[in-house]
């Protein structure tokens, strides 16, 4: 494997995705490519081939051993990737049965990973922003469940920390403060 491997994760709403492009805009045009691999979208592309699922947020309520087969499936494809690459991912899933790791033992050892970096914000906020996206059919949460979860993720990291060697970091990505996050992600990507 060559280059940089991070995984980047953050709740659902948190603005990941829009940090993780602006900060690749910048880094490319600093003569430092990266690829941005979301890890959901291989588990889909998967299940949905498979026959398991219609539509993305269909993912979560799959039965766990299908889950754990398509995380499997999705780390192998990405570990076998060259150059710096960014995991756009989280680091725990929500589901019926309780928090899943986003990315288990059996995936962190085809990705070893060299950093987890978490984008967080304020609750109330992460809960106003899936409140204005139509594009997604979430589950309904409060601030106090979103607060759980970003928490939740916390964990995940530090065990992601442990189990490979990695560092963690965590970028914040306040409304109308995105050049912030964004300056925030350059620096730690380079």
Known sequence: MTGKRVVITGVPGVG???VIEESMKRLAG????????NFGTCMFETAKAEGH?????????LDRNVQKELQR???????????NIIVDTH?????????LPGLPEWVLSELQPDMVVLVEADDDQILMRRM???SRRRDPEG???IAEHQGINRAFAAAYAMMTGCT???????????????EAMTQILR
């Open 143 to 145: 601030s106090r469940s």
């Open 91 to 99: 680091a725990s899933v929500k589901t019926p049965a309780g928090y």
């Open 30 to 37: 600093e003569g430092i490519p990266y690829k941005a691999i």
């Open 53 to 61: 699922v219609e539509d993305r947020d269909q993912m979560r309520a």
């Open 16 to 18: 990941k995705t829009t």
């Open 168 to 182: 963690v970091q965590i970028v914040r990505n306040e409304n109308y403060l995105l050049d912030h996050a964004v």
């Open 73 to 83: 499936l999705a780390g192998k494809r990405i570990g076998e990737m060259e150059g």
């Open 132 to 134: 204005g996206d139509e």
